[in-house]
């Protein structure tokens, strides 16, 4: 592999528009060649495979680290894109737009130009920074790969992959490049000497739904979060073993008691929730999957390896994450931009077979007649509210699925000008570093509606049909709505 070009700059300072869509650029194909920035005359050919490694997986990219030794190269991780083993699945990811998302998505002519150059994922990454911040979003850059490349990949990761992640997906070995973003479980630059901890949390949806058109028969949606509901479901069809005491509403609620709260709770049953990187390597959490469970003993391992490395007990990274956590305000945007949904997808999802300018197969069902008199009004609005709500409601998507690392190290001094923030951390008498990025940032399909409406719909009725009891509600969370601790007895 020759030499890489260092990396291109990020095109966050075009980002600063009074519109929340516009970008401003005279000319779409300028813009969307800048989203695309690549490293320049690098293609990862079969003789540079040994040099990345597995590192996790979500449902749409394999992650793979780099241990080579190019300068460039170092410290970046490479997103692969993945395809699904069964075919009559939904895409985990856009590739190419129809003409229905072309539609959709026309008031951002880069993010469609983007995907005639392939770099979707870039383009897409500048449209949520607009809403998570600039600073907490890394839209990467394009490195080309070969074929072979790709192919001695798949194998050499194979042992390393969940069963149920290989049985469900491969990468792509037709795709012939793939994104490189920095390790955000590590600080750029060279090592410092110091020990850096990194926690990956997918918090999910932080808020309950007040959406009016909600169905009165699935009303629970209410009270209730969707992932508790979900969690139950999953328990159901074997996908977990343990039902997670995680509750989002505590880790959005704003009160440190709370996030505590919820940061003890992802050390029990962490699933695909929650993960720790120990200088980049991961050191507590599964590789990426509902069905991972984790042992006291590897809990009390992961506490010790911690304790050695970083001199922190478990209150005091607790109190650390949670201080952190505060102090940057990522979750209040996270939470607005999932708030982007103020429709529900039993709202939203109306509005998907107007923009495909077919009948609805939802209303066609229902006969209730003051709800098929609040879905027409909604069938009444203009195309340009409806490609709005519905646009709104897959960049929520996005904010629902995404993940947030934080990493951290000890500030060895205090350097005024510091690129990076820090938390002081009164149990030890110590300043911290730390930095956050949301990952996982990959735009959803429009085709994928119906299967969220059907999900929806799922997990509901067979939360409600299984029964519950001693719903005991606890203070109004931040996140919206009303929280109550309920405990679920299936019916015999």
């Known amino acids: 592999m020759r030499p890489p070009a260092p990396l291109a700059p990020t095109f966050f300072g075009l980002l600063r528009s009074p519109s929340l869509y516009s970008i401003h650029l005279c000319d779409p194909v300028i813009a969307a060649g800048r989203f695309c920035a690549e490293m320049e005359e690098v293609v990862l050919q079969a003789g540079d495979a040994h040099d990345w490694v597995y590192k996790g997986e979500g449902a ?60 979707l994922p870039q383009a897409y990454a500048q449209v949520m920074s607009q809403h998570l911040g600039a600073d907490h979003v890394d839209g990467g850059v394009r490195a080309r790969v070969s074929k072979e490349f790709l192919e001695i990949i798949g194998k050499n990761v194979l042992s390393s992959r969940p069963a149920w992640r290989v049985n469900a997906s491969a990468i792509d070995t037709s795709a012939d490049s793939a994104l490189l973003i920095s390790d955000h479980s590590l600080f750029s630059g060279k090592p410092s000497g110091t020990s850096c901890i990194a926690v990956e949390i997918k918090a999910k949806c932080g808020f309950l739904p007040s959406s009016e058109y909600i169905s009165t028969e699935n009303s629970i949606k209410k009270q209730v979060t969707r992932y508790k509901m ?38 029990s049953t962490p699933q695909n929730n929650f993960r720790i990187f120990v200088n980049g390597s991961l050191g507590f959490g599964g590789m990426g999957g509902g069905a991972d469970t984790i042992h006291p003993n590897e809990t009390e391992k992961c506490l010790e390896d911690l304790s050695k490395v970083s001199g922190l007990q478990l209150s005091d990274f607790t109190e650390l994450l949670s201080e952190a ?13 999932q708030k982007l949904d103020d429709h529900d997808i039993e709202g939203a999802i109306h509005l998907y077979y107007d923009i495909l300018s077919q009948p609805c197969l939802i209303c066609k069902n229902i006969t209730d007649a003051e709800l098929l008199h609040k879905y027409s009004v909604l069938h009444s609005l203009s195309l340009d509210k409806s490609c709005k709500i519905v646009r709104d409601f897959l960049i929520a998507a996005t904010a629902k699925d995404c993940s947030l690392m934080m990493c951290f190290r000890p500030r060895e001094c205090e350097t005024p000008g510091s690129v990076y923030d820090s938390v002081f951390l009164k149990s030890v008498n110590r300043n911290y570093d730390y930095k956050a990025y949301f990952v ?38 931040k996140g919206g709505g009303t929280s109550y601790d309920t405990k679920v007895q299936p019916q015999h």
């Open 60 to 119: 749409a990219n394999l992650i793979l680290s780099y241990t080579g030794s190019s300068p460039s190269m170092l410290g970046k991780v490479l997103r692969a894109k993945k395809i699904l083993n069964d075919k009559a699945q939904p895409a985990p990811n856009c590739v190419v737009f129809s003409s229905s998302e072309q539609l959709l998505w026309g008031e951002i002519p880069e993010l469609i130009e983007s995907v005639k150059q392939d770099c």
């Open 325 to 337: 956590i505060s102090k940057s305000g990522v979750l209040d945007k996270l939470l607005a931009t």
């Open 440 to 477: 996982d940032l990959d735009v959803k399909p429009l085709d994928k509606m119906p299967h969220y409406f059907k999900l929806d719909q799922k997990i509901v009725h067979f939360y409600t049909k299984n029964g519950e009891a001693g719903r005991v509600p606890c203070d109004s969370p």
């Open 230 to 267: 979900h969690q139950h479901l999953k328990f159901h069809q074997g996908q977990i073993s343990k039902i997670s005491d995680y509750d989002p509403l505590d880790l959005f609620s704003g009160s440190k008691e709370r996030i505590h709260t919820a940061i003890k709770s992802f050390f």
